[in-house]
């Protein structure tokens, strides 16, 4: 009873002045960026007016209540929505108030998704959302690392190798063979 009241208070006060240290760091260069950064194209604006005559027509006490949306989303994009180190869903989670949470991975091999979840008051369930969607599209537009599946050719890597050790032999005067003297002659040993 009472004992937990307070550590929730207490619990409250902390991720309070952490929010604010990370508030700090954000405009320093270390995480994401403020929503300060973007500007809403102007043929969004009446979207978000109508956005908010309809959340202010809500009874006050709803918008405060937990509301869950969800998404699925191909799994090969979710490190990016997660961030290095998890900063990106930290950032989310701390600046929104929300749970953010990846399911594990459905949908056969051919199309593997994963579900994310977000739990909070409505409003801020929206904004996590968007955060995550933003996040979402600038992974998209971003160049990312070859497929696993287009590995090399080891042998014409090979024929390439034998190629420019034959350039170098060639360069150094060694002759035309392809084959040197070797080691015949020039280590330690028994003669023989």
């Given at each position: 009873g009472?004992?937990d009241?307070?550590?929730?208070r207490?619990?409250?006060?902390?991720?309070?002045s952490?929010?604010?240290?990370?508030?700090?760091?954000?405009?320093?260069g270390?995480?994401?960026?403020?929503?300060a950064?973007?500007t809403?194209?102007?043929?969004?604006?009446?979207?978000l007016?109508?956005?908010?005559r309809?959340?202010?027509?809500?009874p006050?006490?709803s918008l405060?209540?937990?509301?869950?949306i969800?998404?699925?989303l191909?799994?090969s994009k979710?490190?990016?929505?997660i961030?290095?180190r998890g900063e990106?869903?930290?950032?989310v989670?701390?600046?929104t108030?929300?749970?953010?949470?990846?399911?594990?991975?459905?949908g056969g091999?051919d199309n593997?998704?994963q579900q994310m979840?977000?739990k909070g008051?409505?409003t801020q369930v929206y904004?996590?959302?968007a955060?995550?969607?933003?996040?979402?599209?600038e992974s998209?537009?971003a160049p990312g690392?070859?497929p696993a599946?287009?590995?090399?050719?080891?042998t014409?890597l090979?024929?390439?190798?034998?190629?420019?050790?034959k350039?170098l032999?060639m360069a150094r005067g060694?002759?035309?063979?392809?084959?040197g003297?070797?080691?015949?002659?020039k280590?330690?040993g028994k003669k023989?």
């Open positions: 009472r004992d009241a307070r550590g929730g207490g619990e409250r006060r902390r991720t309070s952490r929010r604010r240290r990370s508030r700090s760091r954000r405009g320093s270390h995480g994401e960026r403020s929503d950064a973007y809403l194209p102007p043929s969004q604006e009446p979207l007016m109508g956005l908010a309809t959340l202010s027509a809500f006050e006490r405060h209540l937990d509301y869950v969800t998404c699925d191909p799994t979710v490190s990016a929505l961030g290095k990106h869903i930290t950032f989670r701390k600046g108030g929300t749970q953010v949470h990846f399911d594990e991975a459905s091999a593997p998704m979840s977000i008051p409505l904004r996590a959302h955060l995550m969607m933003r996040r979402y599209h998209e537009s690392p070859a599946d287009a590995a090399p050719d080891v014409s090979q024929h390439h190798i034998a190629d420019l050790q350039q032999e060694a002759p035309k063979g392809g084959k003297k070797g080691k015949k002659g280590g330690k023989g």
